[in-house]
């Protein structure tokens, strides 16, 4: 199985501020991740596709880089709706795999 | 809009199953997978399976295989997710979602379904 590992688990931050989480996987998954969030007693909600795609929607704020094994997912300046989990999840292979999530709190 | 909605919640005694109902519309049910994703009180994710709707066929991953069942009923677009001998560990939210193939991402994703195990 390929194991995706986040950093960090939590972080906090103040509105405003840039925030970068990471996602580091245990292979080669070329582009093949993507970001979700989700708010607390919510259902995950995709933010991001195919490593750097941003979904119809979703604000210009988000945005996801990097190939390979090693990605990050970016808040450019943080908003007090943005407190949430956010999860990278790899589609390379089976089984699909999420990393342990981001706790971000203002 | 697309949407998959869920059945309520359960609670079931360790050794019973459990059977998940998922209703989809906006879209053409037979024409996108589902694929079925629990989340541990506090924990992270975790997948489960996939069903192919058109054709019924059905994927697992290794430590569901033997408990789990997939099924669907095109004639009301809903995907079903059956786990049987539960244990107390199973307890989480299940959630169904929809993807546009085996290998992709996620959306839109149900709005889950707690199961608690409790004698």
């Known amino acids: 199985d390929i194991q995706m590992t986040q950093s960090p688990s939590s972080l906090s931050a103040y509105v405003g501020d840039r925030v970068t989480i990471t996602c580091q996987a245990s292979?080669?998954?070329?582009?093949?991740l993507n970001w979700y969030q989700q708010k607390p007693g919510k259902a995950p909600k995709l933010l991001i596709y195919?490593?750097?795609n941003l979904e119809t929607g979703v604000p210009s704020r988000f945005s996801g880089g990097g190939s390979g094994t090693h990605f990050t997912f970016t808040i450019s300046s943080l908003q007090p709706e943005d407190i949430a989990t956010y999860f990278c999840?790899?589609?390379?292979?089976?089984?699909?795999?999420f990393g342990g999530g981001t706790k971000v709190a203002i | 809009q697309v949407q998959v909605v869920q059945s309520g919640a359960e609670v079931k005694r360790p050794g019973a199953s459990v059977k998940v109902s998922c209703k989809a519309s906006?879209?053409?049910?037979?024409?996108?997978?589902i694929h079925w994703v629990r989340q541990a009180p506090g924990q992270g994710l975790e997948w489960m399976g996939w069903?192919?709707?058109?054709?019924?066929?059905?994927n697992s991953a290794q430590k569901f295989q033997g408990r789990v069942s997939m099924t669907r009923d095109t004639s009301v677009n809903t995907a079903y997710m059956e786990l049987r001998s539960l244990r107390y560990d199973d307890t989480a939210v299940y959630y169904c979602?929809?993807?546009?193939?085996?290998?992709?991402?996620?959306?839109?994703w149900g709005q889950g379904t707690l199961v608690t195990v409790s004698s």
């Open positions: 979602v929809r993807a546009d193939r085996i290998n992709s991402w996620f959306d839109p």
């Open positions: 195919d490593a750097s």
């Open positions: 999840q790899q589609y390379v292979d089976l089984p699909l795999t």
């Open positions: 906006g879209y053409t049910f037979t024409d996108y997978y």
């Open positions: 069903l192919n709707p058109k054709f019924g066929g059905t």
């Open positions: 292979q080669d998954i070329s582009h093949y």
